[in-house]
C-alpha cells in the first residue's frame, strides 16, 4: 500500500537521519502524523533507498499463548527467523531508519525516543494520532501546612482536606492548587543558635536578678587570670578585671561580680607597695620597651619618669596647683608596711616587695609616656636591643 | 515481507476501559506503619507471640482432626497429643506443634561478628545459608524446649524454614531427636470471595503485572521497556495488539524498577580504609531519571501502581513502604490520584469486582530460596509460594533471616484471609498455577524479572486466565 507524503515529510526523514535513527514514533510527533501514517512513510522511505539505509524491523505475534514482540536488526534476519518466532503474525512494521554508515545501537536508538519526551498537556492531541485513550488525567490535591515557630501550633490537628482534583485536559497549563511554601522565607528569623542564645543570655541575666543561684558557676580560667590580692580604687582608668572577666568568659552566662566584689570590700589592703605593683603592673607591661631606653647612659642620665615641672618664671605657673610636682591624679602612695611572702590555702604565693623610697617617680608613668614615647622611638632607631634589668622597672633612686 | 504494516489498527480513537482496581477496600493500609513514632527497638519475640496466638489453635484443631489424641493408632500404638515438647517421651507415637527454628552455617550470626569484631559493620548478604557439606538442622520449638526434626525426605518436600508453625507426629528415637512422620499445617483463613461467585459477564478486564525493570545508566537502557510501553499505549504493533493492550486496565510493577549502583567488595579491613565505603549510596539520579521519564509516557495512557522492591530506594524492613513521591521527578504531582498509585510491599488489592489480591516483591521467596542448595526453577519458586499459603505466614522467615518492622502487636504476615491472587515479583520464570487451600482456589503468579527475560503477564480480573507478553 503507497500513500503521498509531502516533499517536506521526506525531508523530514533524511534530513533527521543524517545525524541520528529515526523512528516511526518521532515521525509522528514530529509532523503530527498518525502512527500509521508514520508508519507507511518509513516504510515507502526504506523501500525507495534500500542500499543507503538500514531499518529495524518489529514483529508482532503469537506462540503458543503469548503475545510475542520481536525486534528484527535486518531485513535478512526478518526474512530467516520469522516462520521460527512466531506461530501466528500479526503485523510487521519498521521501527526505525538510520543511514548505513551510521551504525547506530539500539541503546542509543532507545535514548533518541526519551529525548522527545509525552507532554502530559497535550495528551488530546496524541490520543488522535493513535494513543490508547485512558482515564483522565488529575493531579492529586495536596496542602502544604505553613510552618510556625510556636510549639502550640504544632499540636494542633490539622483535618485532612478532601482531595480536590484538577484536570488538565483544557489544554491550558495553568496551575491550580496549593503553591508550594518554601521554609526558606525571604524574611528570615534570626537563626535558632542566635535566638536560642539571645533567648539564653537574657534568662540568665533575668536569673540571676531574680533569684539567688544554688550554684554559680566560676570558670576556673578566670580565677587564673584574676589576681588573688586586688584592691579596690577609686578612678581607676585601668580596664577592670571584672570586665576582663566578661569578655574572656566563653559561657553564655554574664557573670554578675558585684557580690564576688563585695567579697573584698571588708579587707584590709595594708600592703600599698603591693597594690601598687599590682596597678602597675600592667602598665609596666606595656611600656616594656620604656624598660629598654631607660638602660642607656643617656636615657640614664635623663631625668627619671616624672611629671613635668613648670617653672617658676613661667606665667603658668599661677594655673598650676600647688604641688611640687605631684600629679593630682596619682594616687598616694600607701604607707606599707612590708610583709613576708605567703601561701594562700590554693598554693599561690603573695610576694610582697621591700622598697625604702616613695614612689612619686612610679606613680606618674602616664604622664611621662609621651615623653617616654618619644624618647623610645629615637631610642629604637639606635638599632640596638638591650636587654632590660628587673630593676629599671623602678627607675634611679 | 508480507505482513509489513498489515493490519494496522484503525484511525479511530481507541478507549481504555477504566480503571478496575478499587481505591479503598479492607486492608489497604495493612502493611504501612505510622511516619511518627516508628519503634525499632522493640525485640522480636513479639512478632513470633503473636504468630503463635493466631496460628496454634489453628494447628491443634487440624492435628486433632487428623490425629486425634489417644484415639487412633498407627501400628498398633495409640497417637498422644502432648502439649509441650518436653514432655515426649522416648519411643511413645506422639504429636506436637511447634515454631520451626532452622540452624544453618552460613546464616548472619551477630555472636560470630561480635567474636571476630565485625560487628560495627553492615554484613554481607550471604546468597545461601547452606551448602553441600552443611545442612541445615531443623527443629521445632515451644516454649518449653526444642527437639531436632529427622527424616531429610519429608523436610526435603515439606520445605520447613525458620518461623514456619506446624504440627509433627513422630517418635522420639534418640534423646532430644524427632523422627517425624507427618506434618500438618495451620487451618487456612477463608476467603473474602470466591472466585465462582464474581459476575464474568462484560468486557474483558485484564491487569499488566511487570517487576524487575532495573533501569540504570543511560548507556544499560534496554530498549525493551520502549517496545514494552509502546505496546501498551497501543502504538505499537497492529489491530490485535492494540485490541489486546487498550483491555489492560492498570499496570502494577512489582518492585526493582531501578537497579542499584554495583560496588567492589572490599573485604580487606585491616590494610586498607574502608571506612568510607559503607557510606557511599547505592542509587543514581540517572536511573530514577530514567524511571520517571518511563513512567511520564506510561502514566499518560494507562494508571500505574508501583510497588518498592529490594532494589528501590526505600527501607531495607519489610514491610517497605511506599516510594516517596519526591523520587518521582515529574510524576510527583500525579502520586495519589487514580493515575499513579504507591503501594507498599507487600501490599493487598482488590478489584472493582471484589477480588482480593496479595503481592509482595519477591524477598520472602527469595528469603526461603537460600534454604536450599542450588539453583532454584520456576516450578519450585511456585512449590514455595503455594507451601507459603500453606502455611499461612507468606514472609515466615522474617524477623529471623530477612529484615522486618518489629510490630508489637499484630503480624500482619500471618494470613487470616486467603486471597484469590498472590503475586510474587522478580522471580527467574513467569508463570502460574491454581492451588486448592481447603475450601479456597488460589492463582499463584510468578512474575519475572523484566530485565532478564522481557516478560510482563496478563491476568483476566474475572476469570484469573493468566497471558505472557514476551519482548525480545
Known amino acids: 500500500m503507497t500513500m503521498d507524503f509531502s516533499e517536506k515529510e521526506v525531508e523530514y526523514v533524511f534530513e533527521a537521519m543524517e545525524k541520528r535513527p529515526i523512528t516511526y514514533h518521532t515521525i509522528s510527533r514530529d509532523l503530527k502524523l498518525s502512527m500509521n501514517k508514520s508508519k507507511h512513510l518509513l516504510a515507502q522511505c526504506y523501500q525507495t533507498n534500500k542500499k543507503r539505509v538500514c531499518a529495524c524491523f518489529i514483529a508482532t505475534g503469537t506462540r503458543g499463548e503469548s503475545i510475542v514482540i520481536h525486534r528484527f536488526e535486518t531485513e535478512n534476519d526478518l526474512n530467516e527467523n520469522l516462520t521460527l518466532t512466531f506461530d501466528k503474525v500479526h503485523t510487521i512494521q519498521i521501527y526505525s531508519l538510520q543511514l548505513e554508515q551510521n551504525n547506530i545501537s539500539p541503546v542509543e536508538t532507545a535514548l533518541e525516543e526519551l529525548r522527545n519526551p509525552t507532554n502530559l498537556s497535550k495528551v488530546a492531541t496524541y490520543h488522535e494520532l493513535g494513543l490508547i485513550k485512558g482515564p483522565v488525567l488529575s493531579k492529586s490535591a495536596r496542602v502544604i501546612l505553613p510552618l510556625t515557630v510556636k510549639p502550640e501550633a504544632k499540636a494542633v490537628n490539622v483535618p485532612k482536606p478532601p482531595q480536590s482534583k484538577t484536570t488538565i485536559e483544557s489544554g491550558t497549563n495553568k496551575r491550580s492548587g496549593p503553591v508550594y511554601q518554601s521554609r526558606k522565607t525571604p524574611v528570615k528569623p534570626p537563626s535558632g543558635n542566635v535566638l536560642r542564645k539571645e533567648m539564653r543570655t537574657n534568662a540568665a541575666i533575668k536569673r540571676a536578678a531574680e533569684s539567688k543561684p544554688a550554684y554559680q558557676y566560676k570558670s576556673r580560667k578566670l580565677e587564673q587570670t584574676e589576681p588573688k590580692e586586688r584592691v579596690v580604687v577609686a578612678d581607676h582608668e585601668e580596664v577592670e578585671p571584672e570586665s576582663d572577666v566578661g569578655l574572656k568568659s566563653a559561657g553564655p552566662m554574664v557573670a554578675d561580680n558585684s557580690k564576688l566584689e563585695s567579697l573584698f570590700l571588708d579587707d584590709d589592703f595594708t600592703d600599698d607597695e603591693s597594690d601598687l605593683k599590682t596597678n602597675e603592673l600592667p602598665v609596666e607591661e606595656e611600656s616594656q620597651p620604656i624598660a629598654v631606653v631607660n638602660d642607656d647612659p643617656e636615657s640614664q642620665d635623663a631625668e627619671p619618669i616624672s611629671a613635668p615641672t613648670v617653672p617658676e618664671d613661667s606665667i603658668f605657673r599661677s594655673f598650676t596647683s600647688n604641688s611640687t610636682g605631684r600629679s593630682s591624679a596619682t594616687p598616694e602612695p600607701f604607707n606599707v608596711t612590708p610583709k613576708e611572702t605567703t601561701v594562700d590555702n590554693d598554693g599561690y604565693f603573695t610576694l610582697y616587695k621591700q622598697t625604702e623610697t616613695a614612689q612619686p617617680k612610679k606613680s606618674a608613668p602616664k604622664l611621662n609616656k609621651l615623653e617616654a614615647v618619644k624618647t623610645n622611638k629615637s631610642a629604637k632607631n639606635d638599632g640596638k636591643k638591650k636587654q632590660a634589668s628587673l630593676m629599671s622597672f623602678f627607675g634611679k633612686r | ?472
Open chain 2, 1 to 472: 515481507m508480507n505482513h509489513l504494516n498489515k493490519n494496522l489498527p484503525s484511525t479511530a480513537e481507541a478507549v481504555r476501559v477504566e480503571s478496575s482496581l478499587a481505591e479503598t477496600y479492607p486492608k489497604d493500609s495493612a502493611f504501612l506503619l505510622p511516619s511518627k513514632n516508628r519503634d525499632y527497638g522493640r525485640q522480636f519475640f513479639s512478632m513470633y507471640q503473636q504468630r503463635l496466638a493466631m496460628l496454634k489453635p489453628r494447628v491443634d484443631r487440624e492435628a486433632t482432626r487428623k490425629w486425634g489424641s489417644n484415639t487412633r493408632e498407627v501400628n498398633g500404638k495409640l497417637i498422644q497429643h502432648k502439649q509441650k515438647i518436653l514432655d515426649i517421651v522416648l519411643g511413645e507415637l506422639c504429636w506436637v506443634s511447634g515454631t520451626i527454628f532452622s540452624d544453618m552455617k552460613h546464616k548472619l550470626n551477630i555472636l560470630k561478628d561480635v567474636e571476630k569484631g565485625t560487628d560495627d559493620l553492615m554484613p554481607q548478604p550471604s546468597k545461601k545459608y547452606v551448602d553441600a557439606d552443611n545442612e541445615a538442622v531443623v527443629m521445632i520449638e515451644d516454649e518449653s524446649g526444642r527437639a531436632i526434626l529427622h527424616n531429610e525426605e519429608l523436610l526435603r518436600k515439606s520445605h520447613l524454614v525458620t518461623g514456619c508453625f506446624v504440627g509433627v507426629l513422630g517418635i522420639e528415637i534418640q534423646a532430644g531427636i524427632f523422627e517425624i512422620m507427618e506434618i500438618v499445617n495451620p487451618a487456612p483463613a477463608p476467603q473474602t470471595l470466591a472466585l465462582a461467585d464474581v459476575d464474568s459477564s462484560g468486557p474483558e478486564e485484564w491487569l499488566a503485572f511487570v517487576s524487575g525493570l532495573s533501569f540504570g545508566k543511560e548507556t544499560d537502557l534496554d530498549p525493551r521497556t520502549l517496545l514494552l510501553l509502546q505496546w501498551l499505549s497501543g502504538e505499537l504493533g497492529g489491530e490485535d495488539d492494540v485490541a489486546a493492550a487498550k483491555k489492560i486496565l492498570t499496570l502494577v510493577v512489582v518492585g526493582n524498577s531501578i537497579v542499584e549502583n554495583e560496588h567492589e567488595e572490599n573485604l580487606d579491613f585491616t590494610t586498607t580504609n574502608n571506612f568510607g565505603s559503607k557510606n557511599t549510596s547505592k542509587f543514581s539520579p540517572e536511573s530514577l531519571t530514567l524511571f520517571g521519564q518511563w513512567l511520564n509516557e506510561i502514566v499518560a495512557t494507562i494508571p500505574a501502581v508501583v510497588m518498592p522492591g529490594e532494589s528501590d530506594p526505600c527501607e531495607v524492613c519489610l514491610p517497605q513502604q511506599p516510594v516517596h513521591r519526591a523520587l518521582f521527578s515529574q510524576n510527583a504531582p500525579y502520586v495519589g490520584s487514580k493515575n499513579l498509585v504507591t503501594k507498599s510491599n507487600p501490599t493487598w488489592m482488590q478489584t472493582n469486582a471484589g477480588l482480593r489480591i496479595l503481592a509482595c516483591a519477591g524477598q520472602n521467596i527469595d528469603d526461603i530460596c537460600k534454604y536450599r542448595v542450588g539453583e532454584t526453577s520456576l516450578e519450585e519458586t511456585l512449590d514455595i509460594m503455594e507451601q507459603t499459603l500453606r502455611w499461612q505466614v507468606f514472609v515466615p522467615t522474617a524477623p529471623d533471616t530477612l529484615y522486618c518492622y518489629p510490630y508489637e502487636d499484630s503480624d500482619p504476615f500471618t494470613l487470616d484471609e486467603m486471597p484469590n491472587l498472590y503475586v510474587v515479583g522478580n522471580q527467574c520464570g513467569g508463570g502460574s498455577r491454581t492451588v486448592e487451600i481447603g475450601s479456597s482456589s488460589v492463582k499463584l503468579l510468578s512474575v519475572p524479572a523484566f530485565k532478564s527475560t522481557g516478560e510482563i503477564l496478563l491476568v483476566n480480573t474475572k476469570t484469573l486466565e493468566v497471558k505472557s507478553v514476551l519482548i525480545e
